[in-house]
Structures are given as C-alpha cells and as structure tokens.
C-alpha cells in the first residue's frame, strides 16, 4: 500500500460524468387453440450512445499511470432472447 495517495484531498481527483441509456424491446406471438402458447422475443441495447468513461482513477503517485483510470464502462452490446411460453 502506497501512502503517497494521501498527499492530495479527498474528493479532488474525480472521473467525468457518465450517462447511459437502455432500451427494451418486447414482442410476443400467441398460437395455439384459445392462444394458450406464445414466443416471446426480446431485444436488449446497452449503451446505446456507446459512452465508454473511465473510473476507478490510478491514486498511486509512484505508478506511471497516475491520475488515469483504471477501468471504463463497458462498450454499447445488444442482446436477443426468445422464449417459448406455455
């Protein structure tokens, strides 16, 4: 553990401002007699402005990386589903 993170006061090193938007889309497919069965079909998008900021900043002052962060949200990713309901 590094003790030089201590120098600088708490709260003045911060990350950019992160905004993301989901969306959801849902359609379901009813058959069978009386519609007693369906497929439901499900698109997921994350992260639709593909807003990757960065966080978890470097508070070693001995690192080459200091003040850098360390990790970013993860990138824009679509996710399908289909489900068979009885």
Known sequence: ???YRF???AGSRRSDDHYQL???YTQNFY???NDRYAVQLRADLYNVFDNQTGYDINPYLTSSTYGE???YYNPRRLQLMAKFMF
Request: charged residues 20%.
């Open 1 to 3: 553990s590094s003790t």
């Open 7 to 9: 120098i600088e006061q």
């Open 22 to 24: 989901d969306l959801n």
């Open 31 to 33: 058959f069978g007699a």
């Open 69 to 71: 962060p360390r990790a």
